[in-house]
Structure formats: C-alpha cells, structure tokens
C-alpha cells in the first residue's frame, strides 16, 4: 500500500485548506484511515480518523467542529477540510491507514500499517 498526501500550503489564520491523501494498493478497501501531525520540536500526534465498515469519525479535541474526515467514492482517498485554522495547527500532516480491519484506537499510531510522506501546513498570525 503506498499512501500520497497533498493539499498543504500557506494560509492565513481563518483561512481553510483541504488536504487529500490517496491510497493504491492491489486490493485496497475502505480500511480505517487517519490524519496525524507532527509540529517542529513536538512528537507526532493524532488529529482524526475514519472507521473501516460504519465510516465512523473520531477527531482530537484541538480540531473538534473545525475539522472534518471524509471518505472519497472511490473509497481509496480520504480528504481532511480544515477551517478556521489557527497558528498553531501549523505542521506537517501525515495519513495513514490501518489494513487490519479490526477495532483499533483510532487515536494510536501503532494501530496503522503504512504512512504517506506528509504535507506541510503553515497557518501565519
């Protein structure tokens, strides 16, 4: 499974972006995927995720109602809108997806298989 993550850029505070991560693979499903991000000088930490089967959301209480998860028809991409971005959401934002199929926190990175690269997001004041 290869994982190819795009969208970032440089927003103004309020501003939106749309990042996109599309997944390829021989038998891809719609597996669990999720979004990450990882700050200059901070550990990489969880921002939402989608369930395999019901599409059930999970997000970090920082993006809670300024964030959404969302799922491609193709069921192989899964985009993050972000709105009202503030400064601090600045870093670079890494998918992932869990091949498991199994009932995994959503929020613990052990629980995916493959990464993307990362795209960078820088919110300016």
């Known amino acids: 499974v290869q994982l190819q993550a795009s969208g970032g850029g440089l927003v103004q505070a309020g501003g939106s972006l749309r990042l996109s991560c599309a997944a390829s693979?021989?038998?891809?499903?719609?597996?669990?995927m999720g979004w990450f991000r990882q700050a200059p000088g901070k550990e990489r930490e969880f921002v939402a995720a989608?369930?395999?089967?019901?599409?059930?959301?999970y997000y970090a209480d920082p993006v809670k109602g300024r964030f959404t998860i969302s799922r491609g028809d193709a069921k192989n991409t899964v985009y993050l809108q972000m709105n009202s971005l503030k400064p601090e959401d600045t870093a670079v934002y890494y998918c992932?997806?869990?091949?498991?199929?199994?009932?995994?926190?959503?929020?613990?990175?052990?629980?995916?298989?493959?990464w993307g690269q990362g795209t960078q997001v820088t919110v300016s004041s």
């Open positions: 992932a997806v869990d091949v498991h199929l199994d009932d995994s926190s959503r929020d613990d990175m052990i629980a995916y298989d493959y």
């Open positions: 989608i369930a395999w089967g019901n599409d059930n959301t």
């Open positions: 693979g021989p038998t891809f499903r719609a597996y669990s």
